[in-house]
T-cell receptor, first 116, second 112 residues
Framework: GAVVSQHPSRVICKSGTSVKIECRSL??????MFWYRQFPKQSLMLMAT?????????EQGVEKDKFLINHASLTLSTLTVTSAHPEDSSFYICSAAGARFIYGYTFGSGTRLTVV | GQQLNQSPQSMFIQEGEDVSMNCTSSSIFNTWLWYKQDPGEGPVLLIALYKAGELTSNGRLTAQFGITRKDSFLNISASIPSDVGIYFCAGPPNFGNEKLTFGTGTRLTIIP
C-alpha cells in the first residue's frame, strides 16, 4: 500500500530558529501534498496544499512567510517553520495523494514540534 | 466553511462492547472517509465510502454513507483494547476538490 514517511518525528528547537520537516511518498508519486496542524485534543486543521512544481496554496489565517512549503519533486515536500516561537509548538502532519484521490489520502506519522 | 460534527465526543466502554459513532455535515458530501489516529501518530484510513446508502465493512468495522449525503456512521463490533484512539470522519466537501475537511473526532477509551 501507499506509504508516506515523515521526519523528524520529534524536534525541540530554540525560539527564533527555523525547523524543517520532510514528507516523502515512498512508493507512489504524490501529485498533491497537504500539511496539517493539530493541537492537543483537537482535530486536524489544514494549513496548506502543495502541488509538485508550483507554489503552495495556504488556508486563510496561515502565514505564508512563517510556514514555507516546498514541493520540488513528486515524492518530497518540506515544511519549514521559520523563526519559531512557543506558540508554534504543535503536531504537524503531512498527507499525500496520487493522481486518483478516490483512493484516499495517506498520512505521515506526524512531527511533534516543541519550541522552547 | 464546511463543518463536520462527530458524536459522541468521547466514549468509555468495556472490552467486548459494540461502538457506534456518527458524523454530520451542514452540507452534502460526495465521499466519506473514516480514519483512526493513535496517540502521536498520523491518521490511518479505515473505510472509504463513495455512494449514498453504501454500507462497507472492514473486519469488525462497518460504515455507512447516509442517504441524505449529510451524514455517515461507523460501528465497531466486539471492541478490543487496540481499538482505543481517536476516530475522525473526513471528506472532500466538493466533487473534484481535493482538500479534506475533518470531523471533530470521537475519542474511544476502553475500560479494563
Amino acid at each position: 500500500g501507499a506509504v508516506v514517511s515523515q521526519h523528524p518525528s520529534r524536534v525541540i528547537c530554540k525560539s527564533g530558529t527555523s525547523v524543517k520537516i520532510e514528507c516523502r511518498s515512498l512508493d507512489f508519486q504524490a501529485t498533491t501534498m497537504f500539511w496539517y496542524r493539530q493541537f492537543p485534543k483537537q482535530s486536524l486543521m489544514l494549513m496548506a496544499t502543495s502541488n509538485e512544481g508550483s507554489k503552495a496554496t495556504y488556508e486563510q489565517g496561515v502565514e505564508k512567510d512563517k510556514f514555507l512549503i516546498n514541493h520540488a519533486s513528486l515524492t518530497l515536500s518540506t515544511l519549514t517553520v521559520t523563526s519559531a516561537h512557543p506558540e508554534d509548538s504543535s503536531f504537524y502532519i503531512c498527507s499525500a495523494a496520487g493522481a486518483r484521490f478516490i483512493y484516499g489520502y495517506t498520512f505521515g506519522s506526524g512531527t511533534r514540534l516543541t519550541v522552547v | 466553511g464546511q463543518q463536520l460534527n462527530q458524536s459522541p465526543q468521547s466514549m468509555f466502554i468495556q472490552e467486548g462492547e459494540d461502538v457506534s459513532m456518527n458524523c454530520t455535515s451542514s452540507s452534502i458530501f460526495n465521499t466519506w472517509l473514516w480514519y483512526k489516529q493513535d496517540p502521536g501518530e498520523g491518521p490511518v484510513l479505515l473505510i472509504a465510502l463513495y455512494k449514498a446508502g453504501e454500507l462497507t465493512s472492514n473486519g469488525r468495522l462497518t460504515a455507512q454513507f447516509g442517504i441524505t449525503r449529510k451524514d455517515s456512521f461507523l460501528n465497531i463490533s466486539a471492541s478490543i483494547p487496540s481499538d482505543v484512539g481517536i476516530y475522525f470522519c473526513a471528506g472532500p466537501p466538493n466533487f473534484g476538490n481535493e482538500k479534506l475537511t475533518f470531523g471533530t473526532g470521537t475519542r474511544l477509551t476502553i475500560i479494563p
